[in-house]
Structure formats: structure tokens, C-alpha cells
Nanobody
Framework: QVQLVESGGRLVQTGDFLSLSCKVT???????????MGWFRQTPGAEREFVAA????????YYADSVKGRFTISRDNAKNTMFLQMNSLKPEDTAVYYCAADPMGNAYLPTAREKYTSWGPGTQVTVSS
């Protein structure tokens, strides 16, 4: 079983920066370093959308066009924790942010919701204009 808990969400102003964390606990038998991880976000009435992903194969990162150049995904395998550094925040970044894990490395694209089998409860990020 894999459990994820996000933290760091809060109210900020346009142009501010914010760092989210996702702590992972697992008894799956696979090390966290082998997990493929992602961040998604969701606003009321909208589908959950991809934000960023970090694959263990070669340590590749992926970003949605809307956050490329402003957000950075990273991970600390020793601490079983993933991060999302968000800079130059905009009101349209307001959403509940979810971290997600694919412990087994399935074949779905890193940008696909279907890839991730474990999700955190989410953390609210609000960017005021």
C-alpha cells in the first residue's frame, strides 16, 4: 500500500513563489526511487489536469505548457519526498494540487491520470490577483 500526503498549499499573491511537498510511505516492496511520480491540479467543475511528472528511468521530467519555465518538480529519494517549486504564480494557478504515484512503472504516459494508482488528498493553492 502506498500513501501520499501533500503539504505547503496556502494563499499567496500574484508573482509569489510557493513550494509543495509530497511525503510518500509505502509497503509495496519497491523503493521510492523506482516510483514514477506526478503532480496534478483541479479546479471546481474541471477535470484534474497534469502539471508535472518525474520518471525514474533516466530521471526525466515533464511539464504542462502552462507551467513550463515557472514550476520545477524534484524529489529527495532519501526522504521519500517529492517537491513542486512554483514561481511567478498567477491567479490561474489556483487549484487543489494532488501528488500521484505509479509504484510499478506502467506503460501509460507520464502525463496521463490513468498512469497513477495512488493519490494524495490534495492541498489548496490560492493565488490572489
Amino acid at each position: 500500500q502506498v500513501q501520499l500526503v501533500e503539504s505547503g498549499g496556502r494563499l499567496v499573491q500574484t508573482g509569489d513563489f510557493l513550494s509543495l511537498s509530497c511525503k510518500v510511505t509505502s509497503d509495496s516492496g519497491r523503493p521510492f526511487s523506482a516510483f514514477e511520480m506526478g503532480w496534478f491540479r483541479q479546479t471546481p467543475g474541471a477535470e484534474r489536469e497534469f502539471v508535472a511528472a518525474y520518471t525514474w528511468r533516466g530521471g526525466r521530467t515533464y511539464y504542462a505548457d502552462s507551467v513550463k519555465g515557472r514550476f520545477t518538480i524534484s524529489r529527495d529519494n532519501a526522504k521519500n519526498t517529492m517537491f513542486l517549486q512554483m514561481n511567478s504564480l498567477k491567479p490561474e494557478d489556483t487549484a487543489v494540487y494532488y501528488c500521484a504515484a505509479d509504484p510499478m512503472g506502467n506503460a501509460y504516459l507520464p502525463t496521463a491520470r490513468e498512469k497513477y494508482t495512488s493519490w494524495g488528498p490534495g492541498t489548496q493553492v490560492t493565488v490572489s490577483s
